[in-house]
């Protein structure tokens, strides 16, 4: 069993630029009311399996643009990390910077931020309770989407991705646990529908202990 997770496309109305404090925290605000970027892709076909998105335009536009007509669960818990200006000043700093020193706050819970990484992980983990045993298809937001990310590895989940390095717009990551695999090779093929010798071999010593 597996799920797949996407990240939300690029919003129209990114933080990027220099910003006063005032002027992040109002970029922040405008892109979680943007839509994405056109998607000009293949429709994926849910195929029956239960959508899960966070609020926002962002997701609720993804999910549209890159889903055959469906009908989501619409939970705040997979809604992006809310950020807000490490300080008030009229002083302009790169969008990067404002990001940085929020993350580093998050981190020592200050109260500036509206939510402290403790607080992202415990929600990354009633995700993962929630979903974590299902096929669901679920799109979410790249800052909270890594969080979960690492919480899944803590919980012994394979994630297989897309891309390298940085998590891109419409990356997609599947989800599954460790105990589904052969492990016996580079991979890491599924027991279900194993692809070398070593997992058929593991797939059959399994079905003849059940």
Same mark, same amino acid.
């Given at each position: /069993?597996?799920?797949?997770?996407?990240?939300?496309?690029?919003?129209?109305?990114?933080?990027?630029?220099?910003?006063?404090?005032?002027?992040?925290?109002?970029?922040?605000?405008?892109?979680?009311?943007?839509?994405?970027? !056109?998607?000009?892709?293949?429709?994926?076909?849910?195929?029956?399996?239960?959508?899960?998105?966070?609020?926002?335009?962002?997701?609720?536009?993804?999910?549209?643009?890159?889903?055959?007509? *469906?009908?989501?669960?619409?939970?705040?818990?997979?809604?992006?990390?809310?950020?807000?200006?490490?300080?008030?000043?009229?002083?302009?700093?790169?969008?990067?910077?404002?990001?940085?020193?929020?993350?580093?706050?998050?981190?020592?819970?200050? !109260?500036?931020?509206?939510?402290?990484?403790?607080?992202?992980?415990?929600?990354?983990?009633?995700?993962?309770?929630?979903?974590?045993?299902?096929?669901?298809?679920?799109?979410?937001?790249?800052?909270?989407?890594?969080?979960?990310?690492?919480?899944?590895?803590?919980?012994?989940?394979?994630?297989?991705?897309?891309?390298? /390095?940085?998590?891109? !717009?419409?990356?997609?990551?599947?989800?599954?646990?460790?105990?589904?695999? *052969?492990?016996?090779?580079?991979?890491? *093929?599924?027991?279900?529908?194993?692809? *070398?010798?070593?997992?058929?071999?593991?797939?059959?010593?399994?079905?003849?202990?059940?």
């Amino acid at each position: /069993m597996s799920f797949t997770i996407i990240c939300i496309g690029q919003p129209e109305k990114p933080v990027q630029g220099t910003y006063t404090s005032a002027g992040f925290d109002a970029a922040v605000h405008a892109e979680l009311e943007s839509a994405v970027l !056109p998607y000009n892709g293949r429709q994926y076909n849910p195929d029956g399996k239960q959508i899960w998105l966070g609020e926002g335009m962002p997701a609720q536009d993804t999910a549209n643009k890159i889903l055959l007509p *469906c009908s989501p669960v619409v939970d705040p818990l997979l809604n992006e990390i809310p950020l807000r200006s490490f300080t008030d000043t009229d002083k302009q700093y790169p969008a990067e910077t404002w990001k940085r020193k929020a993350a580093a706050q998050r981190k020592h819970a200050d !109260p500036r931020q509206i939510e402290s990484r403790q607080a992202v992980i415990e929600r990354a983990e009633k995700v993962i309770e929630k979903i974590g045993n299902t096929e669901a298809i679920v799109i979410t937001y790249p800052l909270f989407l890594e969080e979960l990310l690492n919480r899944l590895r803590v919980h012994s989940f394979v994630v297989q991705r897309t891309g390298i /390095m940085k998590i891109q !717009p419409l990356e997609r990551f599947l989800v599954s646990r460790r105990e589904e695999h *052969c492990g016996g090779c580079q991979h890491n *093929c599924f027991l279900s529908n194993p692809g *070398c010798g070593v997992g058929r071999d593991k797939a059959l010593r399994q079905q003849r202990k059940e």
